[in-house]
């Protein structure tokens, strides 16, 4: 089975700063990848996908990450962090092969924008 | 455009005590999905729906019960509430193919006392 770790259950930054937030994943098969975010009383948002394309993926809000594949990894990142961006966001991952499009998500990592 | 709608938005239950919880969206989709959203545990899979009539248990499913009779409808029951269930409860639709983004709704939150 699909599992999703998230490294960093609160990552605190100062506005104007670099963000990373990581994601790795465990599956002998590339898997489709996801970022979601969530702010406040809202459901989740989606930020970005990996689908097998380029592996530096951009997405909204100016959030990218990259696929590495010989690290498991699919780290978030945005050079220059808003308040704006204060929010939970969640790793997922989807087996190619998966019947069912199910989503298995990471515990997710608040992230904390300092003034 | 809607998307997903969930309704309602808030309910506290009492132990013993049934509730639905309605999930519906105006996007064609064939998959619909409810999760569970607990602190630290990111959100689990309850039941999921592929298609109108059919649904599937997914990872968490005990003591909740499911229906699609309509496409564009995918219900979430408690049939006898417990504490254990106080969470908060987000549906989610997607297109048939597993690279697509799922589209969330605004999520219920169930306090069971």
Redesign the interface.
């Given at each position: 089975a699909q599992s999703v770790t998230q490294l960093g259950s609160h990552v605190s930054v100062s506005e104007g700063a670099l963000v990373l937030l990581r994601c790795n994943y465990s599956s002998s098969v590339p898997p489709y990848l996801f970022w979601y975010v969530q702010y406040p009383n809202q459901g989740l948002q989606l930020l970005l996908k990996y689908t097998s394309a380029a592996t530096l993926v951009k997405g909204i809000n100016g959030f990218e990450a990259e696929f590495k594949k010989s690290e498991t990894s699919f780290h978030l990142t945005k050079p220059s962090a808003h308040m704006r961006d204060a929010a939970e966001y969640f790793c997922a991952v989807s087996d190619r092969q998966n019947a069912g499009n199910m989503l298995t998500f990471g515990g997710g990592t608040r992230l904390m924008v300092k003034p | 455009n809607a998307g997903?709608t969930q309704t309602p938005k808030f309910r506290v239950l009492k132990t013993g005590q049934s509730m639905t919880l309605l999930c519906a969206q105006d996007m064609n989709h064939e998959?619909m999905?409810w999760?569970r959203q607990d602190p630290?545990?990111?959100?689990?899979?309850i039941h999921?729906s592929?298609g109108e009539g059919t649904t599937?248990k997914?990872e968490v499913p005990d003591g909740y019960n499911v229906s699609r009779l309509k496409k564009q409808n995918f219900l979430l029951g408690l049939e006898s509430a417990a504490p254990s269930q106080t969470s908060v409860y987000?549906c989610?639709s997607?297109r048939?193919?597993?690279?697509?983004?799922?589209?969330?709704?605004?999520?219920t939150r169930l306090t069971v006392v």
């Open positions: - | 997903v998959y999905y999760y630290g545990m990111g959100l689990r899979l999921y592929v599937a997914g987000f989610a997607t048939q193919g597993a690279n697509y983004g799922y589209t969330f709704g605004s999520g």
